[in-house]
Each structure stands twice: as structure tokens, then as C-alpha cells.
């Protein structure tokens, strides 16, 4: 993103920061936290993703010419804070667990350590990137166990926001789906991508067969055709005519997907084209692929509820002070609030993942002191911004690779799908 | 969005044009039309939003340098698609029901025509936008009724996309909305923005009277103090030493609310501050909203619950090819797939909103040809594009006026928020 991300910020951050200017505090040091009470929905665990872009979108938080005079016109500022914002560079430090690893109830996923005007005006735009993008790749890697070694193709993008079509595309594939849909995600993140046509490709044509000659001679024999736009086993029958037995796949797209693969099955099989795969798509989630694990099925396409959390769409993560100075250059001290039903710990944290001889995962361990880890325990937080300078990019392959290994160290519970408690208990520990 | 908007499209709509190219077919006559078979979630009905946003991403729907290098160097499109491709402006036409105007199963809301190819890579920028706009607007709407004459602040962007927020926040503000806590949304599109502080802004301090002193020198005393940091009836006894009764507001963001809010109004009421309003927040959405009628409150703030369409986060609305030459310049015919459980209605529609003598709305009547209205009833597409030419661009204010027109024709059923059938019944005409 070349432009500003200055104002993907609530109001109130900006009238703090005024505020705090006003009395003096702006430049007392302060610790946020984003962390998630709860993970949603009966989740087992959560997973982290956002981060690379959360770091890109910190990069253009800039207040230029148009920001400051949209917020000084429409006097959301008086003059000391415009002056403030427009020389705004993050000068603190930012630690965060690592995109693609494991969440789970309290964990410190971002801590953010600054002046508390520098911390406060990030809220909202770290939020945002991170409780969309987290709760996408909490469903999606739900749907890759789901799926067991079969592919999973994102292609949602037209069910969410254009732009957070995007973002859940990236999600997905930090998440182990195989390809998307989406062409910007392909292009500003590498995704792969994959698509070939929809039932208004066959009803352009003037029939089936002249729609499938069209695609082969477009695309090859290696495509996938569209096989249920009118009758199933005749589609099939005329895709293996046209394409032969290296057509490379069929999609079906509606009915009872189970039934449906099995007949086609048997039909490619005596049709002689045993290599040709079987897609299906529509309405697909964790729960409806799990149950198709003893059809054959070569891949699933899905949509509405990957990007939209298969029924959790937001992350519920908050960002809350936890911590900060009385001076200027004082100690920081531990603070929280009272809240009826919204429990806080002050204190800054540190993280582990204790885990057993054999990297077996134990606990998550919050700490309110920089932890001494024991010989298998895994420290979850890593610099990603010190002194403001930006140090924690990675290539997303990365993230990808590192959420296969966080999850091998999970308890088989953590792969139920039914609802339940979190696969490891969060133990916190009070240092101080 | 001054970015190119052509690559948030889904990969199957550029090898569908390069198949149609090969195949001479791609110059059809076509007729694409966005529908949701059934509205989420049990709702009465749905509302329009997002036209407005889609006028603007057409515009920006251009393949240049960075677009085609992506996609040729992938080998996503062969160099005739390409140079197809580098050319393109939407030439043809674009008819949709008004942004704030209702719709239910079947409203054709949008209406595109087009030859094929031209028309078919609008599909997921047009899904997109309509998906996410219609179901935030949808759920905003019922919130709205719910609160009846009280004022809605939207706060949801820290829990959806940074930029499913500023559509979030237009949508909402579209629906009925009072103000919104977005920036971008206040600059972008002119919604009035709210805010003042969060529980860091007094924990940042030495004491909740440190805090407030300082909100108030900042802001002045028209503004709304955060009472429950730490203990509410101490909280709102220092606000209105401090402030005095001039004491613009102060929000509850904990507990149960209307008991609190109960509490405070008796408490302000004694402390001789009855204009001091109290708004409440905290993961509010209509029913718990409806269910705060009778406390003494004056405004709600609502986050997480709009963004993510109070249950419904898309609007399930689909694209769908209705019609088509069979030469270049042939006449239009009526198509449809046959997919089991997804039935599809072939041919160009038009649509009428049915009214009664006093303008209360009986039924929308969907018809595949042009309708000859009867004396009271309202004609609901209204032309966006012409000739490839954006002539739909209207202020945001004008469809916020609408939607309250548009509900006020709609009969009391409409507004009960227990699932149930759509408040009016779509009648098909079948004209041909």
C-alpha cells in the first residue's frame, strides 16, 4: 500500500493524543498489548497472520498534506496535535508472535512499546489488519486438516470486501490452502493462482460441447471443466470425448457432492480417463470437507466461509495499555482496568510454548518478567520494529512453512473440529 | 480509489475471455444480473448499498503496465487476451436498483449489459462491493430501527479489514447511522466522525481525575467521559465536579448496561447535570439494542456486530449470465443453468415496487419484460452506466434520504427482528 494509512484510525485515538499533549502525558513511555480473551467460537486454537502487512501498513502511517487537512478543517485537531502528527515517525519498539505460528487465549501476539501518543494512534489500524486476517487463517487452517492431503482452492474473494478478498486469499495460503482465485493476491503477495470457468462460459455457448471445445482449445486438455451447468453424466460423457483421457479435471458445483463424485467417479473410471480429478465447490466448510474425506474428491474449491471465518469473522484480539511510566523517562508500571466481565492483566508480557522432551506442546506461558526458558520451551516473541526501524519482514513461505511446524507441535485435540476448550491452557505467570 | 481496480477479479474471468476469444464468441450480446436467491439470516429485508463504490471501481477497472506484466508473466492470459485486455473500457450499460433502496429474493439489483467479454470480468468487483456494502447496510438498518430516534455512533473498524471498515463505516452511515468513529470514511465520504477516549487515556494517568481534567481542558465540557475504568458511580461523581452540568456525555462501555445506565441517569439527575447524556457501547447489536428501549439512554455505540453483518457478513448475492446473442448483433435470449438446487431464472428483468393508493408496498414484481407500472407503483432500476458513460454518481446524503423513504413504504412486518419470510413477496412475471 503506497498510500497513507494515516486515517484507518478510530477518532478517539487522535482527541487522546490531543488530550495527552494538553496535559503533558503524550511522552510518557507506555506498553500496548493486542491479545484475544477468547478464542471464538469453541476454537481450539488460533492462528496468527497479519503481521507482514500490519508492518507494511505501519511504514505508510504518515500524516501528509491531505490527512492533516481534512482533520485540522473538520477541527478534529487543534494546531499542537497537527503539528505532532505531521512529524509522526514510529520511534519504538514492536515485538509480535511470528505469522503463522499458534495462538491461544491471553497470548501477547504484538506488543507495541513507545511514547504513549506514538502507541495509542496504531490501535486501530493493528486491529484491523490483525483481527481480519487471523480470524480468516484460524478457519482456513481448520479446513487444510480438514482436508487432509487434498487441495484446497480459495475463491471468495466475490463474498467479502474487494480488498479484504485480498487479505483472506493470503491468509488461506499462510494457512496451507494451495491456490486462490485472486489475481492482486497473486500479484502483491505470490499466491498461486488458479481458475478456469463458470456456468456462464457454457451458457454463452450455444451448447455444452461447443463451451468445452471452446475452454480445450483455449486452455488445453489439462483444464477443469464445469460439469453440472445441465446434466451431470452427460457433461462428463462429452468432456472425455472432446478432451480425451488427459483431461486434467471436472468441477461439479452443486447437489449432493458426495453422491455426485462417486457416480462421476465411476464414470471417468469406465470412461477410461482414471487420471482425470474430481473438483467440488459450493458452499463448502470445514465441516462439509471433513465429511466428504471418504469420496473421491481430488481438490475442494471454497468461498463464503473462508472469508468469513466459517461463523467467527473477527478475531475478538483487542489492544489494551498494560503498562507505562509516571515521567517522561520513569519505570514503567503495570496498569489495568476494572471492567465488569472484561479481566485484564497489567504488566508487560513475555511468551513461551513450554513443551515436553519430545517438542510436544504443554502450555502457553505468560509471564509479566522476561522468562528463563526451559531446554524445549519455545519464546513466541521476536523484534519486528526496534526503534522504529522495521526488521521483522519475511517472505510469506515463510509463515507458511512455520504454521505446518507450529501445528505439528499441537495435542491431537487441538484438531477436533467440534467446539471445546483451547488445545493448551494459558498459565500465567506474575514475576514481579 | 485511484489504484487500478482490474486485478481484484477472480482468475476463471480472464481465461473465460481468452476461451471466448478463441472461440469468436467473446462479442455476444450479454446480459449479467446481481441477485440474492434468499436474504440472510431470516431478515425481512435487505438494502441496497455500495453503487456508489462500484461506479467508482469501474472506473478504475484499467489493464495497464503492472496489470498485464503480472498476468502475461504468470501465463495467465495468452497475448491476445492481453492486447484485449490493454483496451478495455466497459462500452455497454448498467442499470441497478438506488443505493439506500430495499430489495429482496430476486430484486435484480444490478443489471449489466455488455458483450460478454466486457461483462463478464466485472463479476467479482461487482460482487465484492455489493456483498460487503448490502450486508453491513442490512444489518445497520435494523439497528437503526431498533434504536428508533436515538443516535448510532459506528465503531467496528478495529474488528474487520482496515478497508471493510471505511466501506463499513459509508454503508452504516447510508442505513440511518449518526456518525462513525472512521477517518477515512469521514474524509472519503463525508460521514460525520465521533470519538473522544479509551480506558488507556485514564490508565496513562495518575488517576481517573488527572484523566478527565485533561480530556476536558483538551476537548471541553461538551465532551463524553469513559466512566467505567474502575468504579462508575465515583467515576461520574469526579466527571461532573469537574465538568459541571454542562457535561456533554459519558459512555458505559461494561456491565449490564441498562441497570448501569439506570443508575447514572439517577445519579447525574442528582448531581444536577440532566443534560448530561449517557451513551453506552460494548458489543451491542439489535436485539440488545431493542432490548435498552426502556433504560434512559441516549445513544448507542455499535462495532464488532455491524462490520460483521450481525450474523450475516455477506449478502450471498451472485452474477449471473441471464441472456445472450448467439452472433455478434443476434437478438437476446433467455438462458439458464440447471444445477440442482440452485434455480436460476433466465432472461433480461425488470423490476417494480407494487404500492397500494396510500404508497404501502405489496410486492416486488420482477418481470422479463419492460412492465407497464400501474398509478401507484415505483419502477426500481434506474440507469447507472450508458454507452460505457457513469451517469448513476449521486451524493451519499441522497441515498441516506432514501432508505428512510424506501422502509417507510414497507409494512409493519418488515421491522420485526425475529426470522421470518421477506416483508413483501416477489412476484415473477414471465413476459415472453
Not at 490483525?130 to 463474498?159: F, K
Amino acid at each position: 500500500m503506497d498510500h497513507s494509512t494515516a486515517l484507518l484510525t478510530d477518532r478517539y485515538e487522535l482527541t487522546m493524543l490531543q488530550g495527552a499533549l494538553t496535559a503533558g502525558t503524550a511522552e510518557r513511555r507506555a506498553i500496548f498489548e493486542v491479545f484475544a480473551r477468547h478464542l471464538p467460537n469453541g476454537r481450539r486454537y488460533g492462528v496468527v497472520a497479519g503481521t507482514g502487512r500490519f508492518l507494511a501498513a505501519l511504514e505508510s502511517f504518515r500524516f501528509g498534506g491531505p490527512e492533516l487537512e481534512y482533520l485540522t478543517s473538520q477541527g478534529i485537531v487543534d494546531e499542537p496535535a497537527a503539528a505532532w502528527l505531521e512529524s509522526y515517525r514510529f520511534s519504538g519498539n514492536i515485538w509480535g508472535y511470528a505469522e503463522g505460528d499458534c495462538y491461544f487465549p491471553g497470548s501477547p501476539i504484538l506488543v507495541v512499546e513507545g511514547s504513549f501518543a506514538e502507541a495509542v494512534i496504531l490501535e486501530t489500524l493493528a486491529l484491523s489488519i490483525l483481527n481480519h486476517d487471523c480470524a480468516i487463517a484460524s478457519a482456513a487452517s481448520r479446513m487444510v486438516r480438514a482436508a487432509a492431503d487434498r487441495p484446497l482452492i480459495e475463491m471468495g474473494s466475490r463474498r467479502t470486501h474487494e480488498m479484504a478478498g485480498v487479505a483472506a486469499a493470503r491468509a488461506a495460503y499462510l494457512a496451507g490452502f494451495r491456490t486462490t482465485s485472486n489475481l492482486e493476491a497473486g500479484r502483491a503477495y505470490g499466491v498461486p493462482t488458479a481458475g478456469t470457468s463458470a456456468h456462464a462460459f457454457t451458457l454463452l455457448h450455444d451448447s455444452e460441447r461447443h463451451a468445452f471445445q471452446a475452454q480445450l482449445d483455449a486452455l488445453g486438455a489439462s483444464t477443469t471443466l464445469l460439469v453440472d451447468t445441465y446434466d451431470v453424466a452427460r457433461a462428463v460423457a462429452v468432456a472425455v470425448e472432446l478432451a480425451g483421457p488427459e483431461l486434467g479435471a471436472v468441477r461439479i458445483d452443486s447437489g449432493d457432492l458426495g453422491e455426485m463424485a462417486r457416480e462421476v467417479r465411476e464414470q471417468l473410471d469406465a470412461l477410461g480417463a482414471p487420471k482425470t480429478k474430481i473438483i467440488v465447490t459450493g458452499d463448502l466448510d470445514e465441516y462439509s470437507i471433513a465429511a466428504l474425506a471418504a469420496s473421491p474428491v481430488d481438490g475442494y474449491g471454497v468461498g463464503t466461509s473462508l472469508v468469513t471465518g466459517s461463523g467467527a469473522p473477527t478475531a475478538s484480539l483487542v489492544y489494551k495499555l498494560v503498562a507505562r511510566a509516571q515521567t517522561d523517562d520513569g519505570p514503567l508500571r503495570p496498569v489495568a482496568k476494572h471492567s465488569v466481565g472484561k479481566p485484564s492483566r497489567g504488566g508487560r508480557k513475555w511468551a513461551v510454548r513450554h513443551r515436553d522432551e519430545n517438542g510436544r506442546a504443554l502450555a502457553e506461558v505468560v509471564s509479566t518478567s522476561e522468562p528463563t526458558p526451559g531446554p524445549y520451551d519455545r519464546p513466541l516473541l521476536r523484534p519486528l520494529v526496534v526503534g522504529g526501524e522495521i526488521v521483522g519482514r519475511e517472505p510469506l513461505s515463510e509463515a507458511r512453512d512455520r504454521h505446518q511446524r507450529a501445528l505439528a507441535e499441537l495435542p491431537p485435540s487441538a484438531f477436533q473440529l467440534s467446539r471445546g476448550d483451547a488445545a493448551l491452557p494459558t498459565e500465567f505467570l506474575n514475576g514481579s
